[in-house]
């Protein structure tokens, strides 16, 4: 796999079409004050490892109790798989070959073939696209996997962050998916959206991914020219755990460079009629599993309870609305070989570390966030806690996260 650090920029550039309203001061708060620093880590209660066929049940006990320091929804639905691995991930190559077959899923030969080219000049990373305003479409795939297309019904609004956010719902949780709206051709349910999504995956995507499962996870409802549109969150799903398709961080390495730390595997899509997918982007292109080393024994759920109540003072206002596990993407740096060319980047990313952690998603209401008159365009917005399921390494991110 080939990239330079320019991909940074793109990674960014791709994230900032799933939030764009900015996030007011007072909620971008430093939420430090929430560790207990005078605890030292010898007080931190024993951690309990359990094997994975014990997962489903340790978790059922752990979610039926109280806890002094936070809440827990009563919309979680726990889901437990039955293996875990280390894992690493290589990005996709050469994927841009596949141009005309990714494009049939989303538009008419006729449509393809009357638009003008785009080839990128960069061998090792080509990128093939077109853009008309003329037919309001748009098609991209590259090297790495990366797909965005946009069709007449969503050129306009491009990735609709800014339609007004009228309601959003997960598949993960108890929620009402009955719940029906008035698309562009017809009313049509979450779950009717939800099983065509799951469909189209299975059937025309998965070709080109096949080592996952995709399945909706977050359905984001829209208004949308008088009526509504659905954006939705697809998570891809490696043997019954889902890959992060939340965070996205970047450290600074020297006076002007930076590089990511962690990525994510994200894919949205838009439906704006009941039948066809209107937009499509997977964000960072496509992860291909390349390792797999089985873990036999895990972190309960109680000890990682135990570690979020040890290391944070004061959770009483807070609730977690989800809680699961899924595998984090960690990028490998190498030196780039050709850095006497390119100097300002130094490194390229040549694979992904994967581990398991426990995820606990704390969601963030429009009341926190939304200024007096301001119309609410902002996707789904949380915060999360992750506890490595193996060395229970606790990390987390308290300033609103925006997907």
């Known amino acids: 796999m080939k990239k330079t650090m320019l991909l940074l920029w793109s990674v960014l550039c791709v994230a900032s079409v799933t939030g764009c309203a900015e996030v007011p001061d007072e909620v971008m708060q430093d939420m430090s004050s929430y560790i207990d620093e005078e605890k030292d880590s010898t007080e931190q209660s024993e951690l ?9 049940e340790n978790a059922e006990i752990a979610l039926s ?25 290589k990005g996709a190559e050469d994927f841009s070959g596949n141009f005309d077959k990714v494009m049939e899923l989303y538009f008419d030969d006729s449509v393809i073939s009357s638009q003008t080219l785009s080839i990128s000049d960069d061998e090792d990373d080509r990128t093939i696209r077109f853009m008309s305003d003329e037919d309001k479409v748009y098609g991209c795939v590259g090297d790495d996997g990366f797909i965005a297309m946009l069709n007449p019904d969503a ?19 108890n929620d009402d998916f009955n719940d029906e709206y008035q698309l562009k051709d017809k009313k049509c349910s979450l779950a009717e959206a939800v099983e065509f999504v799951d469909n189209w995956f299975e059937n025309n995507y998965r070709q080109f991914s096949p080592e996952y499962d995709y399945k909706a996870e977050t359905v984001i409802v829209r208004e949308h020219e008088g009526n ?14 889902p890959i992060d398709s939340f965070t996205r961080e970047v450290e600074s390495v020297g006076d002007t460079s930076m590089r990511m730390t962690y990525s994510d595997y ?4 838009q439906m704006i009629k009941s039948d066809e997918i209107a937009s499509f982007t997977n964000g960072t292109g496509i992860y291909i599993p390349t390792e797999e080393v089985v873990i036999a024994e895990c972190l309960s759920l109680e000890s990682a309870f135990r570690l ?78 992750y506890v490595d399921m193996i060395t229970g390494e606790l990390k987390y991110d308290f300033d609103p996260v925006i997907r």
């Open 48 to 56: 309990e490892y359990i094997t994975i066929s014990e997962l489903a």
């Open 65 to 89: 109790k109280d806890y002094t320091q936070f809440e827990l929804s009563d919309k979680i639905r726990f889901s437990s798989p039955e293996e875990l691995y280390l894992m690493s991930f």
């Open 155 to 173: 050129y306009d609004i491009s990735f609709s962050c800014q339609e007004p956010n009228v309601a959003i719902y997960h598949t993960e949780r």
């Open 228 to 241: 509504y549109l659905y954006q939705i969150l697809v998570h891809a799903i490696y043997k019954g755990v």
């Open 266 to 269: 994200c894919i949205q899509i």
């Open 308 to 385: 979020c109540e040890d290391t944070f003072s004061d959770f009483k206002d807070m609730t977690f609305s989800d809680i699961g596990v899924m595998y984090t993407l960690n990028p490998v740096y190498e030196p780039n070989p050709n850095a006497e060319n390119d100097p300002l980047n130094k490194e390229i990313i040549t694979g992904y570390t994967s581990r398991p952690v426990w995820e606990f998603v704390i969601d963030v209401p429009p009341s926190e966030f939304i200024k007096k008159g301001e119309v609410n365009t902002y996707g789904d917005l949380r915060k999360y806690i």
